[in-house]
């Protein structure tokens, strides 16, 4: 681990179990057969240099430099405000950066947004649905847009709602779903067209602890058989359980990257990004706010 230079571990190594993985099966659902991805596994899966974004005065993201090995569990952890829902969206061409580059498998997403936008499955934070659609047809709508037959389309539709737990929601509007569901539904429309790279943007906040156990099968499963999935969460303990890759990004700038031993330092997770961090406040508070 370096500061502000990202190590770049040999994905083999961590992921010993990655192959070139045939199409799916769309009777299947177990986790490890769902959607496997389509490029190699050579390079890294992600790769952003001098990444810069500028909302007026404010510096969002800081000439950024990250990469993302092939095949990993990558996690991206910082405070709020941090930057990284800015990077996530500028890598996956939803948000145009002001300066730097971003291959995806090697393909410039901003000089060739169509074929980098078909290597990846985004789940935004805060993005809104078209929620007047059905479960059912969200997803169906999703696949066909990335250009499969209606059969295709069908067949995962229905597999990634049964994977989800949602088939029995299917023909609910999205808008009556709960927060999880939502969550849910989300994933299933960035899984459908069996992307190389899922990047996930809080991917488990309001899904309840069996639900966020099954997607966490089902990110496992995509790893195991090829597939990188970038996670940014708050959750520490969960990123250092899943995650074998971790950046720490604050004010704009990956502060440690590597895996997420590496960056641990034998520390838990928690511990060393509040030493990276800071901001930790000593004290109780206003007395104001104590009851006795
Ligand atoms: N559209 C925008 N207009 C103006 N400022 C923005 C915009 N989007 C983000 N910012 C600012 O850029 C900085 C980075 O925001 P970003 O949402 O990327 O952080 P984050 O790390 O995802 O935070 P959180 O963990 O709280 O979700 C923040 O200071 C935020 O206020």
Redesign the pocket.
């Known amino acids: 681990m370096s500061l502000e230079d990202p190590v770049q571990t040999d994905p083999v190594q961590t992921n010993s179990t990655q192959t070139n993985s045939t199409q799916t099966n769309s009777t299947q659902t177990d986790p490890a057969q769902v959607l496997p991805p389509v490029t190699d596994a050579h390079g890294p899966a992600l790769e952003i240099r001098g990444l810069t974004k500028r909302?007026g005065e404010?510096v969002?993201v800081d000439n950024l430099a990250l990469t993302v090995p092939s095949g990993s569990f990558y996690g991206l952890v910082?405070p709020?405000?941090?930057?990284?829902?800015?990077?996530l969206s500028m890598a996956t061409g939803l948000m145009r950066p002001d300066a730097g580059d971003i291959t995806i498998h090697g393909v410039n997403v901003w000089q060739d947004l169509i074929k980098a936008k078909r290597l990846v499955g985004v789940l935004s934070?805060g993005v809104r649905l078209f929620d007047r659609l059905t479960g059912t047809q969200l997803v169906t709508y999703a696949g066909l847009l990335s250009g499969m037959s209606r059969e295709t389309v069908a067949e995962r539709t229905h597999d990634l709602l049964n994977l989800l737990d949602l088939e029995s929601a299917g023909g609910t509007l999205v808008v009556d779903y709960s927060a999880g569901m939502t969550k849910k539904i989300a994933l299933a429309c960035a899984l459908v067209h069996a992307p190389s790279l899922l990047v996930l943007d809080e991917p488990f906040e309001s899904v309840d602890p069996v639900s966020a156990a099954n997607i966490r099968d089902i990110l496992d499963g995509f790893v195991k058989s090829g597939g990188t999935v970038i996670v940014?969460s708050?959750a520490m303990d969960l990123v250092q359980r899943m995650c074998d890759h971790v950046a720490v990004i604050a004010q704009g700038r990956v502060l440690a990257a590597g895996t997420t031993e590496e960056v641990r330092q034998g520390s838990t997770l928690e511990d060393r990004f509040v030493e990276l961090v800071g901001g930790r406040r000593t004290g109780e508070g206003p007395e104001w706010l104590r009851l006795s």
């Not at 709020?80 to 990077?87: F, L, R, W």
């Open positions: 909302f404010k969002a910082g709020n405000g941090a930057g990284k829902t800015t990077t934070d940014s708050h």
